[in-house]
């Protein structure tokens, strides 16, 4: 059967946009409980958050909010304010969210390969929801398509090359198994934002 698609799609309304900021900012806080739990560590700008909170014992989500500051103005310059304004709250929920959970939450029993794919899957899932509406965890993935824009490097390098930084450093301070395990947690991550993240099949914006 041929799949019809409207030639007018609905757009998401600002209800529509709240939840979604607010389901992907919390299931991205819950994925940061699993990996904190296991000591894990992950990719792009909160993989360098979570390395500086086991470094320095400052809390992840003060980290995380901070380290973003400086990226707003190149996301304003490369993607708008709306844009902007939907991150800034994004960063700022999950911060929010990542200080309290781990009060709310415990894990009796955690498999570390169970938890990394858990943590894969809930963060994929929350880094759709992010993308649908309009938003992102901020970071160095705006750096990369300002960078694109600028210099014609394709931002998945660039994203790759701060990866296998962050990936590099977590060797320093954590034992290689769980660096492993890491890097299988980054994996699913990438894989269910690369399976669905398709604007030809979403086309509500």
Do not use: C
């Not at 995380?64 to 991150?87: Q, S």
């Not at 858990?118 to 993308?131: E, I, N, Y």
């Not at 750096?143 to 930084?165: C, I, K, M, P, S």
Request: charged share 10%.
């Amino acid at each position: 059967m041929t799949e019809i698609i409207p030639e007018n799609p609905a757009r998401h309304t600002l209800i529509d946009d709240a939840q979604g900021i607010a389901y992907g900012s919390f299931m991205a806080a819950f994925g940061i409980v699993i990996l904190t739990h296991l000591g894990l560590v992950t990719g792009q700008t909160a993989g360098l958050a979570v390395l500086i909170s086991y470094a320095s014992g400052w809390p992840f989500g003060a980290v995380f909010f901070v380290i973003n500051l400086p990226f707003y103005w190149l996301g304003y310059k490369r993607m708008g304010p709306a844009f902007v304004v939907k991150t800034f709250i994004a960063v700022a929920l999950l911060s929010l969210f990542s200080a309290f959970l781990p009060r709310l939450i415990d894990f009796s029993l955690l498999n570390p390969a169970v938890g990394a794919v858990l943590f894969g899957f809930v963060s994929g899932s929350a880094l759709l929801a992010l993308f649908r509406h309009g938003a992102s965890l901020g970071g160095v993935g705006i750096v990369a398509l300002w960078l694109q824009d600028q210099t014609g490097f394709r931002a998945g390098w660039t994203q790759l090359l701060f990866d296998v930084v962050v990936f590099g450093l977590a060797f320093l301070l954590l034992d290689i198994v769980t660096v492993l395990w890491s890097a299988l947690g980054a994996l699913v991550v990438n894989l269910v934002i690369a399976l669905n993240h398709r604007r030809d099949r979403y086309i509500a914006t």
